[in-house]
């Protein structure tokens, strides 16, 4: 009896203080089959991609009690719940998002991991085709790659895994710069059938990359993997029906044959770097952030930092902390997610209801799946009867984009010299959305930060590689006279000898010399 009560006891704690309305009412309908709990009044609102319980305190007492009382002696059990079925599913996401869900419940349903793994094959090779030689090659060994040699060993295919590294983890293996993290929801960025009560609510690059490498340990991949092993082309043998791969390895080349191949490399695993005329001269060091130079000392230096992107929008405001000088060369800007939690760890007790009280964590993970499609999906989508506009291309956008706006102004009432490069001119979700906690506007309002966004000249219509941003040069300040980047492309470059810049993808930047001139009239003219 006294056991049970300070259960009880450490329920109504840890509710309190760290339930999530709309989860702990979706866990206790699923647990309770009772869905009278899903009262209309308490129905969440969508708030920056979250759901809320928007309730007045008295109400949100009341919620909090209707749970527990019906939770009572459910919490810590002995075996693990039943998993909720289709109907169930269907009836509390409805409630949760409304109709809109509907077409999203096949794929919820996948994602409600209670128990058995709903995509673990459920055939073998042994069975279906046990004499046949069938061996199958998959390239990368990323988030994607480990998965998918994980269901290939579930089913019995043998298999090899390739990749060009010396470890598993792919991006979260090759990108350490400073503030590296996930900006998808770590609940949502794992996999399904290896949830982890994650200590941040965006884990950081080291906490990722220990999560893959862990869960392909654990399942033998490391068995499988042919590690430091490039594969540098593969073509299809008609006569013998496999595939021949040319595999690179130690400085030899070597030819593998496999009767299927599973591509699993990424898209932007190998930096482009912009051809910079002079970059050779450059005394400074000059790295990709994707291959970032952990021997270059920050402190006190001048820096200059080609591209806005994700993984500029991170590092960036580390870079700020310690260096003399940041100048942002910012092509073009995009939209904000506000997401306050970005940097928080989880609380305590919203760890323990994930550990304690049976499905609270998958439905975490349900509420934040919910928000990929009638959440976010459907306004960026485009309405054909939508008046045509170059900032919205719906109603839902339209006010999606007055949300972010109105977000964002705040921020910059007392700088208006950074709505250029603050707030976009195209509507949310034409290009990819950036979350952020307040962090990015706060660096670039620094004394030591400048946006640099100049006159362009557009001759050629060129657009700058994705793989171009990011791109950094480490300026020392030991020479006296600040040096300056000139980016050049060999689709479009051009100069100005009396301004001392040259100008790519319509953008403007000094050339990369002291004497601010162009050094090679030849090729930048």
Request: proline letters at 7%.
């Amino acid at each position: 009896m006294a056991q049970a009560l300070e259960k009880q006891s450490l329920l109504d704690k840890h509710v309190r203080e760290g339930a999530e309305l709309p989860v702990l009412l979706m866990a206790t309908a699923h647990l309770t089959g009772d869905y009278s709990v899903l009262r209309p009044e308490w129905r969440p609102t969508v708030v920056y991609g979250k759901l809320r319980c928007e309730v007045p305190p008295a109400e949100s007492e009341n919620l909090l009690s209707e749970c527990m009382r019906r939770l009572e002696g459910i919490a810590v059990p002995a075996g693990a719940p039943p998993r909720p079925t289709f109907d169930a599913i269907h009836r509390i996401a409805t409630w949760a998002v409304g109709k809109e869900i509907e077409p999203y419940i096949p794929l919820l349903a996948e994602e409600m991991v209670v128990g058995e793994d709903p995509r673990r094959p459920e055939w073998s090779k042994d069975e279906v085709a046990p004499d046949r030689p069938f061996h199958v090659a998959i390239i990368g060994g990323g988030e994607s790659g480990i998965i998918a040699a994980v269901r290939l060993k579930q089913a019995g295919v043998p298999f090899t895994l390739y990749d060009k590294n010396a470890e598993l983890g792919g991006t979260w293996l090759e990108n350490t710069y400073p503030g590296c993290r996930v900006d998808i929801n770590s609940y949502v960025y794992s996999y399904a059938c290896e949830p982890r009560i994650w200590s941040e609510y965006f884990g950081q690059q080291p906490d990722v990359l220990e999560y893959l490498q862990t869960f392909a340990a654990k399942h033998s991949i490391y068995d499988h993997a042919a590690l430091g092993s490039e594969v540098k082309s593969a073509r299809w043998n008609e006569e013998s029906g496999t595939w021949e791969l040319t595999v690179q390895r130690e400085g030899r080349r070597e030819s593998r044959s496999h009767h299927a191949v599973v591509y699993a490399v990424g898209q932007l695993n190998r930096p482009a770097l912009p051809d910079i005329t002079g970059v050779r001269n450059f005394a400074g060091a000059a790295f990709h952030s994707a291959k970032w130079n952990h021997e270059a000392d920050l402190h006190g230096k001048r820096v200059g930092v080609i591209g806005t992107g994700a993984s500029a929008c991170q590092f960036i405001p580390k870079v700020a902390e310690i260096a003399e000088n940041v100048s942002v060369f910012a092509r073009t800007t995009t939209w904000l997610l506000p997401t306050p939690e970005l940097h928080d760890t989880v609380p305590a007790s919203a760890r323990w209801l994930m550990a304690n009280v049976p499905t609270y964590l998958q439905w975490y993970r349900a509420s934040m799946l919910m928000m990929q499609g009638p959440g976010l999906l459907d306004r960026v989508t485009l309405d054909p009867s939508f008046p045509a506009s170059e900032i919205a291309i719906s109603e839902a956008n339209d006010g999606l984009r007055a949300a972010f706006q109105n977000w964002m102004e705040p921020q910059i009432s007392d700088r208006p010299d950074l709505r250029e490069a603050v707030i976009p001119n195209s509507p949310v979700g034409a290009k990819r959305i950036l979350r952020d906690n307040g962090s990015w506007i706060r660096t670039l309002k620094r004394a030591n930060v400048e946006t640099v966004r100049r006159g362009s000249r557009r001759s050629h219509r060129t657009a700058w590689s994705p793989q171009t941003a990011g791109f950094i040069l480490w300026m020392s300040s030991s020479t006296g006279q600040a040096s300056r980047p000139r980016t050049s492309s060999r689709q479009s470059r051009s100069s100005d000898a009396t301004t001392g810049t040259c100008t790519v993808a319509g953008m403007k930047i000094p050339a990369l010399t002291s004497a601010g001139r162009c050094p090679d009239s030849r090729t930048c003219s």
